[in-house]
């Protein structure tokens, strides 16, 4: 058997209604790729990513217009909203007055300490968090200088730089990520930081990519520490839309058992012994299955070599003979279907337990 993950113990971060770190689930960020001054467009989007599980929204903040906007996006959403605050502290100021409910400051680019004090003190007289958040792309000259590049040290230097600045202010209300492009420069950068401090780390790979590059270097960079305990939320930064990015964030805390959210697929490569189209199956069951959000197991196997043991470990299963398929629940089979109709006989199995359950 093996021991579940021991979490790094964490402060707790409050925002609005959703604990960050002190041993809470593992929260879900994504933000938002439209223009923020277009309201309209940006709820949609953010209604899309919450439907899809995403607990906590960042918005870019470009100007005073769009920070202007702030008010009326958090009014027509339901889950907290996060400034994003580059150069220009007072779009900070003006995020705060609209009402957001956690700012994002990158360290990088507002540099001046009574800037920086200002927001301190109006985030502490809203009780609003702030991030600290630090990116390879952006470290301070002198940083860059003193350490000859974006190394993990010249990382960690950045946070703890501008953490002394708001705990100077008596501010603790603070979540920490150091985001960067190099995954091995990022996931040194957290581990350094989180021997530390106690605040809570938010991960992220900056820049991750896109398509299967992006995938395999967010769940590398999040992955490997998540399972060394380290982490309280996450973002995959992935080129384009962002809805995979919350699919995936699921996907890696699932495959390491510490979260899940909806059906996790087990499925083969298929080969020469296959007698069914699995690949068209697997397509029509995750099509099916995408709107159930209570955690399941299901395993879509080619043939008999691994699947009746696949779906002995999974919640459903299924597992393809010549030209038909046999259904599984809790390891026993429960049905035998023509291959045209598998995907469909195992949704509307499922469809029907979950409504048994939740009637
Ligand atoms: S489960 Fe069967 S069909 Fe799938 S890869 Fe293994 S041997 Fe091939």
Same mark, same amino acid.
């Given at each position: ?68 906007? =702030? ?21 900070? *100021? ?32 809203? $009780? ?18 003193? /350490? ?45 930081? @989180? ?7 938010? =991960? ?9 590059? !992006? ?7 999040? !992955?490997? =520490? ?18 995979? &990015?919350?699919?995936?964030? /699921?996907?890696?805390? !699932? ?16 080969? $020469? ?7 068209? #199956?697997?397509?029509? @069951?995750?099509?099916?299955?995408? &709107? ?15 699947? #009746? ?8 299963? *299924?597992? !393809? ?39």
């Amino acid at each position: 058997m093996i021991a579940a993950i021991q979490r790094r113990s964490s402060q707790g971060v409050q925002v609005r209604d959703l604990l960050i770190g002190a041993g809470a689930p593992i929260i879900v960020q994504s933000m938002t790729t439209t223009d923020t001054r277009d309201v309209d467009k940006t709820v949609a989007q953010i209604e899309r990513l919450e439907k899809a599980g995403c607990e906590l929204i960042r918005v870019a903040v470009l100007n005073l217009d769009a920070a202007r906007c =702030l008010s009326q996006i958090k009014a027509r959403i339901g889950i907290p909203l996060v400034a994003d605050i580059h150069f220009d502290y007072r779009l900070a *100021l003006e995020a705060i007055r609209q009402g957001v409910d956690k700012l994002r400051l990158n360290p990088g680019n507002i540099t001046q300490q009574a800037k920086i004090e200002q927001v301190t003190q109006a985030a502490q007289a809203t $009780g609003i968090p702030i991030r600290v958040g630090v990116n390879s792309g952006s470290l301070a000259k002198d940083i860059l200088i003193k /350490y000859e590049g974006a190394t993990p040290e010249a990382m960690v230097e950045s946070a703890l730089r501008e953490i002394e600045i708001l705990e100077g202010q008596n501010f603790r209300n603070i979540i920490i990520s150091l985001k960067s492009t190099d995954v091995r420069v990022m996931i040194e950068s957290y581990r350094l930081i @989180a021997a530390q401090v106690k605040y809570p780390l938010h =991960l992220g790979v900056t820049e991750a990519g896109s398509g299967a590059t !992006g995938v395999a270097r967010s769940a590398l960079g999040i !992955g490997t =520490l998540l399972e060394e305990g380290i982490g309280d939320t996450l973002r995959c930064s992935l080129t384009g839309d962002p809805l995979p &990015e919350v699919k995936l964030a /699921y996907d890696i805390l !699932g495959a390491l058992g510490l979260r899940w959210r909806g059906v996790q697929f087990v499925s083969c490569p298929t080969c $020469g012994r296959i007698g069914i189209g699995l690949e068209r #199956i697997v397509a029509q @069951a995750q099509e099916l299955l995408a &709107e159930v959000e209570t955690p399941l197991k299901v395993s879509l196997i080619g043939c008999v070599v691994n699947g #009746i043991g696949e779906a002995g470990h999974a919640d459903y299963g *299924l597992v !393809g003979h010549n030209g038909f398929v046999v259904l599984y629940r809790g390891g026993q089979a429960v049905a035998r279907v023509a291959e045209a109709e598998a995907a469909g006989a195992l949704a509307q199995l499922i469809k029907e337990d979950e409504s048994t359950v939740t009637s």
